[in-house]
């Protein structure tokens, strides 16, 4: 899988893709992560890539040009690519979208900032509006890093243990996890389930997909 990603802050996802999981599958080269900066692709001395909208409303939005300019790039090298850019009014961003986007081979991830983007944008690129809830964040930056960590550990390779991700919440089987225990046994009056410590497989498993 390749995420590229389209920002006018790429330095946001700096830490991110220098920690964890997703270093881990970065040095495997399970998947590829490329930054693109959209000041890159401003037309004008000063980088501009926001103008007031038409029409008056407060804040500013993201022009259309310097982002086609940056998707047009990057479909050029590839134009099998899939566009996805983060709005509140995308489709929420469920368990089953992540597994279905999981299996695309490169994903064009595109950031908007300050009151949004040029709805011309969404057409001119055939991107796919995708939203994590129903609430705003500062910009697309967040969403992205949310869409990938999502996606990237369905992949394989990048999960070390396959039963992990198939035996948690949102999976065919777990529509949402069950409670888990660790050690001590005992702590402050709480006790981890005698179920769980008998041994018995079955009944553990039973327990396991009615809790």
Not at 113 to 138: C, H, K, P, W
Not at 147 to 161: D, H, M, N, T, Y
Request: with cysteine; aromatic share 8%; net charge positive.
């Amino acid at each position: 899988m390749v995420y590229s990603i389209i920002s006018a802050f790429p330095e946001i996802f700096d830490s991110f893709l220098k920690s964890s999981l997703i270093k881990k599958a970065l040095d495997k080269k399970v998947i590829t992560v490329n930054l693109y900066n959209l000041r890159d692709y401003a037309t004008d001395k000063r980088h501009t890539v926001d103008a007031k909208p038409y029409g008056g409303g407060a804040g500013m939005l993201y022009m259309v040009e310097p982002m086609f300019k940056a998707v047009s790039s990057i479909k050029a090298k590839d134009p099998q690519a899939q566009t996805v850019i983060f709005s509140p009014k995308g489709q929420i961003l469920t368990q089953s979208r992540v597994s279905s986007l999981s299996s695309l081979s490169h994903l064009v991830l595109l950031c908007p900032r300050y009151e949004g983007f040029d709805q011309r944008i969404v057409e001119l690129t055939n991107a796919r509006e995708l939203s994590i809830g129903n609430y705003i964040t500062m910009g697309g930056e967040t969403p992205a890093m949310v869409l990938i960590e999502a996606s990237a550990r369905l992949i394989p390779g990048v999960v070390a243990k396959e039963e992990s991700v198939l035996q948690e919440s949102f999976s065919p089987e777990f529509s949402l996890e069950h409670p888990q225990y660790t050690r001590p046994q005992k702590f402050l009056g709480l006790s981890v389930p005698d179920t769980l410590i008998s041994g018995n497989h079955q009944k553990i498993k039973d327990w396991k997909k009615s809790n």
